[in-house]
């Protein structure tokens, strides 16, 4: 068996690509809705978030393109973004990266039926990754929940979110 990702498990790879990029789009529109509700810390995180998803998208490029295979990034459907208050767009976040865990699950699993040991480090560290995300965004939806409708809780949040860099 040689090192080179191709069939099944190079388009699996491909729609994982097209599904982080549109976790990018999802996230920035998320950082455009806190814009207009005036909360540039919680903006700034949710496009740090964006730029995040960028890059785990170029990580699996690189995979391929080091195992030669031809990443093609598919057409994308962003779901639209209907938010109404931080809550909805934590919640949305949240929704998203349950997503994006189980399409990683899935990946897994392909590369295990397939037998390619070679994909199995770079899909440990997403699974890693996405535990910390789906924690870090579940922690943040219920100090939301607690702040409820408490403008300087609101902004307390706004502030200390805005200490995340863009990467």
């Known amino acids: 068996m040689s090192m080179e990702l ?7 790879f491909n729609n ?36 995040e998803e960028i890059e785990h998208a170029e990580k699996f490029m690189n995979h391929m393109t080091d195992r030669s295979a031809h990443p093609k990034i598919g057409e994308q459907h962003a779901p639209v973004v209907n938010v109404k208050s931080v809550a909805d767009a934590f919640a949305a976040s949240l929704a998203h990266e349950q997503k994006v865990s189980e399409a990683i699950r ?4 392909l590369a295990q039926t397939e037998g ?6 770079l899909l440990h560290w997403f699974i890693d990754e996405q535990v910390e995300e789906e924690a870090t ?3 943040i939806l219920d100090r939301v929940k607690l702040i409820g409708n408490d403008g300087s809780g609101l902004l307390r949040l706004d502030a200390e979110l805005s200490s995340r860099k863009e990467s």
Do not use: C, H, N
Not at 6 to 12: P, S, V, Y
Not at 106 to 109: A, K, S, V
Not at 116 to 121: A, G, K, L
């Open 106 to 109: 899935e990946l897994y699993r």
């Open 137 to 139: 965004v579940g922690e």
């Open 116 to 121: 390619d040991i070679d994909s199995i480090p």
């Open 6 to 12: 191709t069939g099944k498990l190079a388009e699996a």
């Open 16 to 51: 994982q690509v097209t599904l982080e990029l549109t976790a990018a789009t999802v996230y920035r529109q998320l950082a455009i809705e806190m814009d207009v509700l005036s909360l540039p810390g919680i903006a700034g995180w949710f496009r740090a978030q964006a730029g």
